[in-house]
């Protein structure tokens, strides 16, 4: 025993709990039938800073198949990035959803 530490030798002093990575959420924009592809585009590049390329292929997953992956975040971004498409949306007069899930 240590006289000065209280602790046998190879005994731990204090042990520090395992940390968690944060959670991921994934941002979506939803399909409807009055946003047009430019603006989802737009919002696209601008917001999510996805090259012009990806941002097309995502709009056509939007235009196809209802949803669209935009990026995956930690919610505080994820919920800002929600924020500011919706914003951008109502301001350019389009019904554009935007959602927010847990990966």
Known sequence: MN???????GETQ???PKLQPPKKYG?????????T?????EILTEVFGLPHEKAVAVMLLVHHEGKGLCGVYTRDIAETK?????????????PLLCTVEEM
């Open 37 to 41: 592809m430019e603006f989802v585009v």
């Open 14 to 16: 204090t042990r520090r």
């Open 82 to 94: 929600q924020q500011q498409v919706s914003k951008r949306a109502l301001d350019a007069g389009f």
């Open 3 to 9: 006289p000065l530490s209280g602790h046998t030798a």
């Open 27 to 35: 941002v979506y924009l939803l399909n409807d039938d009055y946003t």
